[in-house]
Protein backbone atom coordinates (compact mmCIF):
# COMPACT_ATOMS: atom_id res chain seq x y z
CA UNK A 1 0.00 0.00 0.00
CA UNK A 2 1.25 3.63 -0.17
CA UNK A 3 3.02 5.02 2.53
CA UNK A 4 0.41 6.31 4.90
CA UNK A 5 0.35 9.92 6.91
CA UNK A 6 3.31 9.85 9.21
CA UNK A 7 1.81 9.94 13.96
CA UNK A 8 3.11 13.52 13.94
CA UNK A 9 1.19 14.22 10.92
CA UNK A 10 -2.19 12.73 12.23
CA UNK A 11 -2.18 14.41 15.43
CA UNK A 12 -1.81 17.43 13.64
CA UNK A 13 -4.68 17.17 11.25
CA UNK A 14 -6.81 15.62 14.60
CA UNK A 15 -6.37 19.10 15.98
CA UNK A 16 -6.68 21.48 12.86
CA UNK A 17 -10.26 18.81 12.38
CA UNK A 18 -10.91 19.90 15.46
CA UNK A 19 -10.50 22.85 15.59
CA UNK A 20 -12.59 23.83 12.18
CA UNK A 21 -15.47 21.64 13.95
CA UNK A 22 -15.79 23.92 17.11
CA UNK A 23 -15.69 26.91 14.91
CA UNK A 24 -18.53 25.45 12.26
CA UNK A 25 -20.10 24.99 15.83
CA UNK A 26 -19.13 28.70 17.12
CA UNK A 27 -21.02 30.00 13.83
CA UNK A 28 -24.48 27.74 14.21
CA UNK A 29 -27.41 30.30 15.16
CA UNK A 30 -28.54 27.19 17.56
CA UNK A 31 -27.46 24.34 19.28
CA UNK A 32 -30.85 23.07 18.50
CA UNK A 33 -30.43 22.69 14.55
CA UNK A 34 -30.46 19.08 13.14
CA UNK A 35 -27.88 17.78 11.81
CA UNK A 36 -28.89 16.54 7.77
CA UNK A 37 -26.52 13.78 7.45
CA UNK A 38 -27.14 12.70 11.21
CA UNK A 39 -31.30 13.79 11.54
CA UNK A 40 -31.72 11.70 14.48
CA UNK A 41 -29.19 14.40 16.01
CA UNK A 42 -29.32 18.08 16.57
CA UNK A 43 -25.93 19.95 16.68
CA UNK A 44 -25.37 19.43 20.69
CA UNK A 45 -26.18 15.62 20.14
CA UNK A 46 -23.31 15.80 17.59
CA UNK A 47 -21.04 17.32 20.01
CA UNK A 48 -22.25 15.67 22.54
CA UNK A 49 -21.01 12.36 20.21
CA UNK A 50 -17.87 13.82 19.64
CA UNK A 51 -16.46 14.81 22.70
CA UNK A 52 -17.32 11.67 24.86
CA UNK A 53 -15.86 9.83 22.00
CA UNK A 54 -12.99 11.11 22.09
CA UNK A 55 -12.63 10.79 25.93
CA UNK A 56 -13.40 7.28 25.81
CA UNK A 57 -10.78 6.55 23.33
CA UNK A 58 -8.24 8.80 25.02
CA UNK A 59 -9.46 6.08 28.28
CA UNK A 60 -8.59 3.01 25.84
CA UNK A 61 -5.77 4.19 25.02
CA UNK A 62 -4.26 4.91 28.40
CA UNK A 63 -5.43 1.34 29.75
CA UNK A 64 -2.55 0.00 27.67
CA UNK A 65 -2.18 -3.37 25.11
CA UNK A 66 -3.90 -5.58 27.71
CA UNK A 67 -6.98 -4.09 27.64
CA UNK A 68 -9.54 -5.96 26.52
CA UNK A 69 -12.63 -4.18 25.97
CA UNK A 70 -13.02 -0.19 25.04
CA UNK A 71 -12.72 1.92 28.49
CA UNK A 72 -15.03 5.23 29.70
CA UNK A 73 -13.76 8.23 30.86
CA UNK A 74 -15.69 7.70 34.35
CA UNK A 75 -16.04 11.17 36.29
CA UNK A 76 -15.55 13.34 33.40
CA UNK A 77 -17.77 16.34 33.68
CA UNK A 78 -21.07 16.08 31.28
CA UNK A 79 -21.15 18.39 28.32
CA UNK A 80 -22.46 21.30 29.49
CA UNK A 81 -25.61 22.69 27.40
CA UNK A 82 -24.01 26.47 27.36
CA UNK A 83 -22.04 27.14 23.91
CA UNK A 84 -19.16 28.92 25.34
CA UNK A 85 -18.54 26.17 28.02
CA UNK A 86 -19.61 23.38 25.70
CA UNK A 87 -16.80 24.35 22.81
CA UNK A 88 -14.12 24.71 26.04
CA UNK A 89 -15.08 21.20 26.72
CA UNK A 90 -14.69 19.93 23.36
CA UNK A 91 -11.63 21.33 23.15
CA UNK A 92 -10.35 19.61 26.20
CA UNK A 93 -11.75 16.15 24.82
CA UNK A 94 -9.63 16.22 22.29
CA UNK A 95 -6.40 17.12 23.96
CA UNK A 96 -7.32 14.54 26.14
CA UNK A 97 -7.00 12.06 22.90
CA UNK A 98 -4.33 14.14 21.65
CA UNK A 99 -2.37 13.41 25.50
CA UNK A 100 -2.92 9.82 25.73
CA UNK A 101 -1.68 9.34 21.76
CA UNK A 102 1.21 11.17 22.15
CA UNK A 103 2.04 9.67 25.18
CA UNK A 104 1.67 6.08 23.91
CA UNK A 105 3.22 6.38 20.85
CA UNK A 106 2.25 4.72 17.35
CA UNK A 107 3.55 1.29 17.78
CA UNK A 108 2.02 0.12 21.43
CA UNK A 109 -0.98 -2.30 21.26
CA UNK A 110 -4.34 -0.89 21.69
CA UNK A 111 -7.77 -2.44 21.70
CA UNK A 112 -9.58 -2.09 18.79
CA UNK A 113 -12.99 -3.06 17.30
CA UNK A 114 -12.00 -4.62 13.75
CA UNK A 115 -9.80 -7.16 14.87
CA UNK A 116 -10.42 -9.35 11.67
CA UNK A 117 -9.30 -6.13 9.26
CA UNK A 118 -6.18 -5.35 7.92
CA UNK A 119 -5.38 -2.20 10.03
CA UNK A 120 -3.29 -3.63 12.62
CA UNK A 121 -4.98 -2.96 16.29
CA UNK A 122 -1.82 -0.16 17.66
CA UNK A 123 -2.36 3.22 18.86
CA UNK A 124 -1.23 4.40 15.53
CA UNK A 125 -4.06 2.80 13.80
CA UNK A 126 -6.56 3.86 16.01
CA UNK A 127 -5.50 7.86 15.60
CA UNK A 128 -5.90 7.25 11.70
CA UNK A 129 -9.21 6.30 11.99
CA UNK A 130 -10.14 9.20 14.84
CA UNK A 131 -8.79 11.79 12.35
CA UNK A 132 -11.33 10.00 9.99
CA UNK A 133 -14.46 10.28 12.88
CA UNK A 134 -13.15 13.62 13.54
CA UNK A 135 -13.11 15.10 10.01
CA UNK A 136 -16.15 13.51 8.63
CA UNK A 137 -17.88 14.78 11.43
CA UNK A 138 -16.66 17.87 11.10
CA UNK A 139 -18.61 17.56 7.43
CA UNK A 140 -21.13 17.00 9.37
CA UNK A 141 -21.53 20.95 11.57
CA UNK A 142 -20.32 22.70 8.47
CA UNK A 143 -23.08 21.33 6.49
CA UNK A 144 -25.38 22.24 9.33
CA UNK A 145 -24.78 25.47 9.06
CA UNK A 146 -24.56 25.54 5.79
CA UNK A 147 -20.73 26.02 4.70
CA UNK A 148 -19.94 22.44 3.82
CA UNK A 149 -15.97 22.16 2.41
CA UNK A 150 -14.10 18.80 1.27
CA UNK A 151 -11.96 17.01 3.28
CA UNK A 152 -8.64 18.26 3.23
CA UNK A 153 -6.85 16.34 0.74
CA UNK A 154 -4.20 15.11 2.82
CA UNK A 155 -6.90 13.97 5.45
CA UNK A 156 -9.30 12.34 2.50
CA UNK A 157 -6.42 10.60 0.32
CA UNK A 158 -5.17 8.99 3.55
CA UNK A 159 -9.23 8.38 4.41
CA UNK A 160 -9.92 6.51 1.50
CA UNK A 161 -6.92 3.72 2.52
CA UNK A 162 -7.84 4.19 5.95
CA UNK A 163 -11.89 2.96 5.31
CA UNK A 164 -11.33 0.04 2.96
CA UNK A 165 -8.46 -1.51 5.04
CA UNK A 166 -10.12 -0.89 8.54
CA UNK A 167 -13.70 -0.69 7.32
CA UNK A 168 -13.81 -3.20 4.46
CA UNK A 169 -11.59 -5.67 4.34
CA UNK A 170 -12.22 -8.86 6.56
CA UNK A 171 -12.31 -12.50 6.59
CA UNK A 172 -16.13 -12.40 6.91
CA UNK A 173 -16.95 -14.58 3.41
CA UNK A 174 -18.42 -12.33 0.65
CA UNK A 175 -21.68 -13.96 0.56
CA UNK A 176 -22.07 -12.95 -3.44
CA UNK A 177 -20.42 -13.73 -7.00
CA UNK A 178 -16.71 -12.61 -6.25
CA UNK A 179 -15.93 -9.40 -7.53
CA UNK A 180 -12.78 -6.73 -7.72
CA UNK A 181 -14.31 -2.96 -7.23
CA UNK A 182 -11.70 -0.43 -7.74
CA UNK A 183 -11.72 3.16 -6.09
CA UNK A 184 -9.92 6.23 -8.56
CA UNK A 185 -8.95 9.60 -6.77
CA UNK A 186 -9.08 12.48 -9.16
CA UNK A 187 -5.79 13.41 -7.01
CA UNK A 188 -3.45 10.83 -8.75
CA UNK A 189 -4.57 7.70 -6.80
CA UNK A 190 -6.33 4.46 -6.91
CA UNK A 191 -7.20 1.25 -4.24
CA UNK A 192 -8.66 -2.03 -5.57
CA UNK A 193 -10.75 -4.41 -3.26
CA UNK A 194 -11.48 -8.05 -3.72
CA UNK A 195 -14.65 -9.35 -3.02
CA UNK A 196 -14.38 -13.57 -2.83
CA UNK A 197 -15.76 -16.42 0.04
CA UNK A 198 -12.46 -15.69 1.59
CA UNK A 199 -13.38 -11.60 2.69
CA UNK A 200 -12.39 -8.85 1.71
CA UNK A 201 -9.10 -7.65 0.66
CA UNK A 202 -8.07 -3.79 0.11
CA UNK A 203 -4.53 -2.45 -1.58
CA UNK A 204 -3.22 0.39 -3.36
CA UNK A 205 -3.14 0.18 -6.83
CA UNK A 206 0.08 1.79 -9.12
CA UNK A 207 -0.06 5.14 -9.91
CA UNK A 208 -0.82 5.47 -13.29
CA UNK A 209 2.40 5.73 -15.66
CA UNK A 210 4.75 4.19 -13.35
CA UNK A 211 3.72 0.45 -14.09
CA UNK A 212 2.31 -1.56 -16.88
CA UNK A 213 -1.27 -1.81 -16.60
CA UNK A 214 -0.81 -6.01 -16.61
CA UNK A 215 0.95 -5.49 -12.91
CA UNK A 216 -2.56 -4.75 -11.77
CA UNK A 217 -3.72 -7.80 -12.49
CA UNK A 218 -7.78 -8.71 -13.60
CA UNK A 219 -9.37 -5.94 -15.02
CA UNK A 220 -12.15 -4.24 -12.10
CA UNK A 221 -16.07 -5.42 -12.09
CA UNK A 222 -16.80 -1.58 -11.25
CA UNK A 223 -14.84 1.40 -10.31
CA UNK A 224 -16.03 4.64 -8.36
CA UNK A 225 -14.03 7.65 -9.57
CA UNK A 226 -14.24 10.78 -7.66
CA UNK A 227 -11.75 13.67 -5.34
CA UNK A 228 -10.75 11.76 -2.14
CA UNK A 229 -13.24 13.91 -0.41
CA UNK A 230 -15.97 12.53 -2.09
CA UNK A 231 -14.81 9.02 -1.84
CA UNK A 232 -14.80 9.29 1.85
CA UNK A 233 -17.57 11.20 2.50
CA UNK A 234 -19.73 8.24 -0.18
CA UNK A 235 -17.67 5.79 2.17
CA UNK A 236 -19.67 7.22 5.21
CA UNK A 237 -22.75 7.63 4.23
CA UNK A 238 -22.56 11.62 3.83
CA UNK A 239 -23.28 11.78 -0.07
CA UNK A 240 -25.15 9.23 -2.92
CA UNK A 241 -23.17 6.76 -5.15
CA UNK A 242 -24.78 9.12 -7.66
CA UNK A 243 -22.37 11.72 -6.73
CA UNK A 244 -19.14 9.63 -7.85
CA UNK A 245 -18.32 8.43 -12.07
CA UNK A 246 -19.27 4.97 -11.91
CA UNK A 247 -18.11 2.27 -14.72
CA UNK A 248 -18.97 -1.55 -14.55
CA UNK A 249 -21.69 -2.79 -12.72
CA UNK A 250 -23.18 -0.56 -10.12
CA UNK A 251 -24.72 -3.68 -8.45
CA UNK A 252 -21.47 -4.69 -6.84
CA UNK A 253 -21.49 -1.34 -4.85
CA UNK A 254 -25.17 -1.46 -3.70
CA UNK A 255 -23.70 -4.97 -2.28
CA UNK A 256 -20.87 -3.16 -0.61
CA UNK A 257 -23.25 -0.66 0.67
CA UNK A 258 -25.77 -3.20 1.97
CA UNK A 259 -23.10 -5.77 3.42
CA UNK A 260 -22.55 -6.37 6.81
CA UNK A 261 -19.71 -8.54 7.65
CA UNK A 262 -20.81 -8.63 11.50
CA UNK A 263 -24.36 -9.87 10.75
Known amino acids: M ?3 LEFPDVLRLIDERST ?9 PSLDAQVPTCPEWTLFDLVKHLGEGRRSWAATIAAGPTAAAKSTSEGAP ?4 EREALLAWLAVSTQELLVALREA ?4 GCWTWWGTSQSPQTCGAVA ?10 TYDAQLTVGTPQPLPEEVALDGVEEF ?9 AWPHEPAVV ?13 LSADGARAGSLPIPGTMPATACGEDPDAAARGAASELVLLFYGRIPLDSL ?10 LLIAWDPDE
Open 182 to 194: DYHATEGRSWRLW
Open 128 to 137: RHQLQEIAVH
Open 164 to 172: LSTCCATTT
Open 245 to 254: KLDGDRRHFD
Open 20 to 28: AFRAAVASA
Open 78 to 81: AAPR
Open 2 to 4: EKT
Open 105 to 108: GPDR
